[in-house]
């Protein structure tokens, strides 16, 4: 059971994801930060326990909003995976997973025999991007393309991470978590999930 301090950093933490778009890792640093309590390492939340505070936190304060914000999101990150269909695209995080908001960014995983072909793709529509790394499912460094898409059902741009893997990393990536939910979804899994909010 998380102690009380964990659990106090897990719902600042939640205000900061959905308020200011803040990611899991930011947001529990920021929380713990402001709430003034030196937290060491082991007493902040895991990401699941963000998940769950962010949820109570939607259901409480933005129920009205956020489905719509969701499906919005869901739409647009649909549009991005045809578009880069041959790159066997996956979406993962809170537009996966359902906790999004407008201020999340769609962060899409693109599975590639060629690292660099998913830039020239975007370089032969015209797209301007960034291209930045972090660390990657195996521990090397991997290129994350970062671009701006406008939303039209948001009517705001969003930002939009395509995470650049080898396509062996496809393998073992869809298992699901200990609570049965997987950490992303091909284009079909998420028609699944737009079709079910229309049901």
């Not at 809170?94 to 020239?120: F, N, P, Q």
Request: proline residues 3%; charged residues 30%; hydrophobic residues 45%.
């Amino acid at each position: 059971m998380p102690s009380s301090l964990t659990a106090e950093i897990a719902a600042a933490a939640a205000r900061l994801v959905v308020e200011e778009g803040l990611e899991y890792g930011a947001a529990k640093r920021r929380a713990a930060r402001d709430l003034g309590r030196g937290a060491r390492q082991t007493e902040l939340p895991g990401n699941d326990e963000v998940e769950d505070a962010v949820r109570e936190y939607l259901d409480i304060f933005c129920a009205d909003t956020q489905p719509g914000e969701l499906r919005a999101l869901r739409e647009l990150a649909a549009v991005w995976m045809e578009r880069l269909a041959v790159f066997r695209p996956h979406l993962t995080g809170a537009v996966w997973r359902g906790t999004a908001t407008r201020l999340s960014a769609l962060h899409l995983e693109l599975y590639c025999d060629d690292g660099k072909s998913a830039e020239i793709a975007l370089l032969d529509r015209g797209v301007d991007f960034d291209i930045a790394s972090t660390r990657g499912p195996q521990g090397r460094d991997i290129d994350v393309l970062s671009l701006a898409s406008r939303c039209p059902a948001l009517g705001e741009t969003v930002t939009v991470f395509l995470s650049v893997l080898d396509h062996d990393d496809l393998r073992g990536a869809l298992k699901a978590d200990a609570r049965g939910m997987t950490q992303r979804g091909d284009l079909a899994a998420l028609r699944r999930l737009l079709d079910s909010e229309e049901a």
